[in-house]
């Protein structure tokens, strides 16, 4: 954990200044430093101290393309992907089923539905409210059609989340079927499908404010995390309070991945597989497993919304079907290990 944490802080820095620097317009790292430390001057200088600035190196529209394009995006990218990574090792945790994430047990899905309410129906609420609800309420109907007529197993959670994640998808192509006009449907069906296109400073306050209070909440509680995994009456016999304890995890999961999917879009693959890479790396232990995952997760989704807009150029694609291209053949590779292992 030692040298873990502050490599995984400084590949996720690294990441940051590099992919600050690609894109059409030709800029340094040098660049980027330089600018950043003209601001930063600028802005304490602003507030009454006798400090005088330095000279910014990129010019106006450079330091635009800088500071109002790609650091907002890069900045929301990696708050997106540390939280998706959060939720899916609690939620594979609190299960204790591997395939377990916000795509797959319908959360994501009602944070997208609630969101396209907002989006196309008019519902009066701001739209991270609005996919905490749908999120919430996804969650809920899983687990309550999993408990139906017997135990909460891992396998009937997965298959409730599957059938839930399709009623609401369903629900999406309908509302967008109903009501879009012209072409502005594909503007709809491209936030759909993941994209960070259209990150603000706003976005980042957004994704980073849920980010940091739920990840330090869910951090708290890595040592109850591992008591789940030797099942609900171990976990008991530990000194957790079980009920409470899962349905509080739930809803802080349920309630970040709704302020994630309200500025990105519904993403998949980040929560599923990127904790288990990590798991791969350091073990299971979740005081070391959940900030780890988080910084995996933040540079596996900048590198991925970096290649979503520079590789097919000048067009992009959105950043969910790359991180579906990557992870699917990835999750493969650790279920032929898992099976050959075991």
Do not use: K
């Not at 802080?9 to 992919?19: E, V």
């Not at 690609?22 to 040098?30: F, M, S």
């Not at 693959?269 to 900030?291: A, D, K, N």
Request: proline share 5%; glycine share 12%; with cysteine.
């Amino acid at each position: 954990m030692a040298a873990w944490l502050p490599a995984g802080l400084g590949l996720l820095l690294g990441s940051l200044l590099l992919a600050l620097t690609l894109g059409p317009a030709a800029i340094t790292p040098a660049d980027v430093v330089g600018s950043a430390w003209h601001h930063g001057l600028t802005w304490l200088a602003d507030r009454g101290l006798p400090i005088t600035p330095a000279d910014n190196p990129l010019t106006t529209i450079r330091d635009a393309i800088v500071w109002q394009g790609r650091a907002p995006r890069l900045l929301t990218a990696a708050c997106v992907g540390a939280g998706l990574a959060l939720c899916g090792a609690v939620m594979q945790a609190i299960t204790r089923n591997p395939l377990a994430d916000p795509y797959l047990l319908g959360v994501s899905s009602g944070a997208a539905l609630g969101a396209v309410a907002v989006l196309l129906l008019g519902v009066a609420i701001a739209l991270p409210i609005a996919a905490f609800a749908g999120a919430l309420l996804a969650l809920g109907a899983t687990l309550a059609l999993a408990g139906l007529g017997g135990r909460l197993t891992p396998a009937r959670t997965i298959l409730a989340g599957i059938a839930v994640a399709q009623g609401c998808s369903a629900l999406v192509s309908f509302v967008i079927f109903s009501t879009a006009q012209g072409d502005s449907y594909r503007e709809i069906i491209n936030w759909l499908m993941g994209s960070l296109a259209a990150a603000t400073w706003t976005s980042v306050a957004i994704a980073g404010g849920a980010v940091v209070i739920i990840g330090a909440l869910v951090l708290a509680r890595g040592r109850s995390l591992d008591a789940f995994a030797f099942g609900d009456t171990a976990a008991a016999s530990l000194g957790v309070h079980v009920p409470r304890t899962r349905w509080l995890l739930l809803t802080l999961t349920a309630l970040l991945t709704g302020a994630l999917v309200s500025v990105s879009g519904s993403i998949g693959f980040v929560g599923l597989v990127i904790p288990h890479v990590v798991r791969l790396l350091i073990g299971s232990r979740h005081v070391r497993l959940l900030p780890l995952a988080a910084l995996g997760g933040a540079v596996f989704l900048v590198w991925a919304d970096t290649g979503a807009r520079t590789i097919f150029e000048p067009s992009e694609v959105p950043v969910g079907i790359l991180t579906a291209a990557i992870g699917a053949p990835v999750f493969a590779w650790l279920l032929l290990r898992h099976r050959g292992a075991s």
